[in-house]
């Protein structure tokens, strides 16, 4: 089963251009504590990247996309 920091439509950096300036400063904190957004779901939504999920919106992401996000979460983690 695959995990979402392993596909297309999730984010740790956009979020929806109709979000106000407090909600995009939130969903950059979120991002920080490892949870992501994705972009076929509801904006207001965070999962954990790494749970593995049966989701019909999962497009595989490149390699070398999985791997940066990966090393991005880790030393995210890591840091607290």
Not at 4 to 11: K, P, Q, R, S, Y
Not at 17 to 30: C, H, P, Q, Y
Not at 37 to 44: A, E, F, I, S
Request: proline share 6%.
């Amino acid at each position: 089963m695959p995990a979402c920091v392993d596909c297309t439509e999730m984010t740790l950096r956009d979020h929806p251009s109709t979000m106000d300036e407090k909600s995009a400063k939130a969903a950059l904190a979120m991002a920080n504590h490892g949870m992501a957004r994705c972009k076929k779901g509801p904006g207001w939504q965070f999962n954990n990247p790494l749970a593995q999920r049966d989701c019909r919106a999962f497009k595989p992401a490149d390699a070398q996309t999985s791997i940066k996000r990966r090393e991005w979460l880790d030393r995210q983690r890591n840091a607290k």
